[in-house]
Nanobody, 125 residues
Framework: QVQLVESGGGLVQAGGSLRLSCAASGRTFSRYIMGWFRQAPGKEREFVAAISGSSGRTIYADSVKGRFTISRDNAKNTVYLQMNSLKSEDTAVYYC??????????????????WGQGTQVTVSS
């Protein structure tokens, strides 16, 4: 069982930056693929980024590539999402997730077993 708690959301102006954190419980954090997803009002949850257990591999949605960076610190059981050059369309509730999906399906939310409660990110234009 893994419990995930996100933090770091808030209100920021367009062009600004935020760093989200997701703290995980449990002693097997390093074995999980960690993902970030987001859901805007009236829209379906969408993939943002994911990272392998060893941090050796990362993938990003095209919409955030070059602006967002996912990283993790296994010693602290924490995964991060650094978000730069934020746009109004980045406004959403951001969720972190843990699972063990194969690489080709890291972007599918249904392949993750554990989810945090979400943190709101609002970008004002």
């Amino acid at each position: 069982q893994v419990q995930l708690v996100e933090s770091g959301g808030g209100l920021v102006q367009a062009g600004g930056s935020l760093r989200l954190s997701c703290a995980a419980s449990g002693r097997t954090f390093s074995r999980y693929i960690m993902g970030w997803f987001r859901q805007a009002p009236g829209k379906e949850r969408e993939f943002v980024a994911a990272i392998s257990g060893s941090s050796g591999r990362t993938i990003y949605a095209d919409s955030v590539k070059g602006r967002f960076t996912i990283s993790r610190d296994n010693a602290k059981n924490t995964v991060y999402l650094q978000m730069n050059s934020l746009k109004s369309e980045d406004t959403a509730v951001y969720y972190c997730a843990a699972g063990d999906p194969p690489y080709y399906s890291w972007s599918k939310s249904s392949n993750y077993d554990y989810w945090g409660q979400g943190t709101q990110v609002t970008v004002s234009s």
